[in-house]
């Protein structure tokens, strides 16, 4: 069907100023058309698209950060006796596929822009009619089984009964790049989603702790393909670097207490020089207050010490179980849950009220301004 | 009636090693008790509160960071004649309060603790008997309209029919002192109330721009009696400073454009000087990526690059209609949209992409070193 398209819904965007507006709605345009072969119109605060394949467009459509809703629909003139003649095919095909029948009490909505010789209040009692007609169901305004909605546009009508759920935010790549820390945990996936979501690019760095962790590189690539999956339009790659070495150094000669600490106070080091190349203006990890002993607010200040550009940590505020709920939500947890060993360098009583001018004199004693360029050095990057 | 008791548990805590879940249960009771008059007794996972007003514990505990949840409950001998007896004067004040009728479905829900002579089906089919007898309701495990818990802990058996949500995270307090930039709009409540959540205590610091707002101060001293009921427990302090002279400093001596990147940037460094005096460790904002034009990635690495210690940002990855949303359910937004005219110092074509070497030179020019103590000694306490 040809008159078949789809409705997209932005949400922030629309309260920009024109010119932000305008660059937003453009980059949500090319980020969908980059994973979707589709035509498009844009008009006041709508994106309508027509697409070959209306199951691909879903998929793409739910992932694609700026979209708040979408509606399959049918588009018609604004002509009373084309919409009857639109209208009673729309029904009876609902009908035929099991969506709708006579047993459904049912409401119109309508919404109308634009000058017309109607209200839409007028429109929506003739609808309703209509729809009557085919299926001689009862309306109900207040709690419809079923909603089938009109949006009249000039002269043009939108005809379609659902309205799906996009994921929100802004389109990708509207507010610059960031190097994150991924790890195989649930955490660090979710707080690159929440950044991707707020328009961020992501560069992803995985710190490969062999021989105290192993057969990781797997693991990394699934999760790391799964968050790609929201990237539509921006470019995502996965990094690895060999921190093994590091972290025997760090055992051998600092106290055993603070290996968790210079650990992670060295790896926002070496991602930041990644930013640098990257052309990323800031870093990000999953940190969350308190979860574990690495992430008490002493602990916090000596590892962010060194740290010259800004580190975000979405998840800072939000407790376990919110992060593991947005970790399923995203498809992300089953891949984290997958079994793997803990990392073996981590003591049996790690710090948790880390003394920054200890922090600071151990990172001294570790050569790091020996050893970062070295760590850099080995970045490379995993195709996914 | 003195066997009636309040059942709190608790959630991430149980997850800490002894040493820490110890401390951290000490002080969820210490929290509870500064608010709530009640004898209590702790074990296992779960701390039993007696009280006298039932209806201040309520309203105690859904303000209480670290509880999940929390059941009035009746308290008996765990022997099957007691339990036969209690349970059926348990059921009969639920048919008389209207809550539970002959027509509504029910399930028993039995869990025990402990060495018994029957299990916790044996039990669930006991109890469920004895609720019929009472009302001829019929049983659904599946889908009920009405459930009633049977908890056995050893020789003491609990009966409740509610589990009401508590705010969850970790005990205030359990995670150190933050420095608050607290404003009247809608945002940086919320962040306050992610971090209470996540076991930090608040100092916040208000900026006044008067004569460039005005009429702030009743409002903003409304939105932290607010967030200080969450606060049970932990020193709620609220500060504000004279930041006009400063804001017009700004508009004069620096390129209009960049009003807002060097407000926010002064704002950073005033909060550092009052986390030293406080003890506080790390400051906190609102910021939400791409929000607001002052909120682009290039004018947080500007704003931020003269932070000494981290500034959490837990809005970071949240759409503004999630923090509404948030801000509803803890019940700053009413009071955030009261009326308020916008601050008059900000340009009409505020900085969007903040060029790091012209706001350090910025800053360099309004003699900041000068400024800073004038700011920070105008710091004043503000009773709420």
């Not at 207040?142 to 005809?159: A, C, S």
């Not at 950044?195 to 992501?202: Q, V």
């Not at 550009?309 to 505020?317: K, T, Y």
Request: proline content about 4%; aromatic content about 8%; hydrophobic content about 35%.
């Amino acid at each position: 069907m040809n008159n078949e398209l789809i409705i997209v819904r932005y949400g922030e965007i629309g309260i920009k100023s024109p010119v932000v507006r305008k660059r937003f709605e453009k980059r949500l345009l090319g980020n969908i058309k980059s994973a979707l072969d589709c035509q498009s119109t844009l008009e006041q605060g709508r994106i309508f698209l027509q697409v070959e394949d209306v199951k691909e467009a879903h998929n793409v459509l739910a992932k694609t950060f700026g979209v708040v809703s979408f509606s399959p629909a049918w588009v018609t003139d604004t002509d009373c006796e084309v919409i009857k003649e639109e209208l009673t095919r729309y029904t009876r095909k609902l009908v035929e596929d099991g969506q709708f029948s006579g047993e459904d009490s049912f409401a119109i909505r309508c919404r109308r822009v634009g000058q017309h010789s109607f209200t839409s209040q007028e429109m929506a009692a003739f609808a309703g009619s209509v729809v009557y007609q085919v299926t001689h169901s009862r309306v109900d305004l207040t709690n419809p089984d079923f909603e089938i909605f009109l949006e009249v546009r000039g002269d043009k009508t939108y005809l379609f009964h659902q309205k799906i759920s996009g994921p929100g935010g802004l389109p990708i790549g509207t507010q610059g790049r960031l190097v994150a820390l991924l790890s195989t945990g649930i955490d660090s996936p979710v707080a690159c989603y929440l950044m991707m979501k707020r328009g961020c690019s992501i560069t992803a760095l995985h710190f490969n702790n062999y021989p105290y962790t192993s057969g990781e590189e797997e693991k990394i690539k699934k999760i790391a393909r799964k968050i790609k999956e929201y990237s539509h339009g921006s470019r995502f790659d996965l990094y690895t670097v060999d921190y093994g070495e590091f972290l025997t150094r760090c055992i051998e000669e600092a106290p055993p207490r603070m290996t968790c600490v210079l650990c992670k106070g060295g790896m926002y080091q070496v991602a930041e020089k990644l930013a640098q190349n990257e052309g990323a203006l800031a870093t990000l990890d999953g940190s969350s207050m308190g979860q574990v002993a690495s992430q008490t607010l002493p602990n916090l200040v000596a590892t962010r010490h060194f740290t010259t550009i800004p580190l975000l940590s979405p998840l800072m505020g939000l407790d376990k179980v919110e992060i593991e709920d947005l970790a399923k939500k995203i498809g992300t947890y089953p891949l984290s849950i997958l079994p793997e060993e803990g990392c073996s360098a981590a003591p049996r009583h790690p710090e948790t009220h880390a003394e920054l001018d200890k922090v600071i004199e151990a990172l001294d004693d570790l050569d790091m301004d020996l050893v970062l360029p070295q760590l850099v050095a080995g970045i490379r990057k995993i195709r996914i």
